[in-house]
Nanobody, 115 residues
Framework: QVQLVESGGGLVQAGGSLRLSCVASRSILSCNAMSWHRQAPGKQRELVAAITIGGVTNYADSVKGRFAISRDNAKNTVYLQMNSLKPEDTAVYYC?????????WGQGTQVTVSS
């Protein structure tokens, strides 16, 4: 079992930046990959960014060049640096641990981008 707690969301103007953090209750090395997802009102949850245990990253096309995912294994923490935010980035952002036989989700943190 892994508990994940996200933080860092908030209200920001378009063009601004936020950094989300996801702290795990145990070593994130037990997760083959860590990922960030988001869900906007009335829409399905979508993958935003992921990072493997080896540090390989991938991003949704909509955030490439603007968002960056990183991990600090010593702190059991994954980050999502979000720059040049747009109103369409408004959503609840969730952290996920993708373990070998199961996956775990955080409770989410709200990001609101005003125009």
């Amino acid at each position: 079992q892994v508990q994940l707690v996200e933080s860092g969301g908030g209200l920001v103007q378009a063009g601004g930046s936020l950094r989300l953090s996801c702290v795990a209750s145990r070593s994130i090395l037990s997760c083959n990959a860590m990922s960030w997802h988001r869900q906007a009102p009335g829409k399905q949850r979508e993958l935003v960014a992921a990072i493997t245990i080896g540090g390989v990253t991938n991003y949704a096309d909509s955030v490439k060049g603007r968002f960056a995912i990183s991990r600090d294994n010593a702190k059991n923490t994954v980050y999502l640096q979000m720059n040049s935010l747009k109103p369409e980035d408004t959503a609840v952002y969730y952290c996920k641990c993708n373990a070998l036989y199961s996956s775990y989700w955080g409770q989410g943190t709200q990001v609101t981008v005003s125009s």
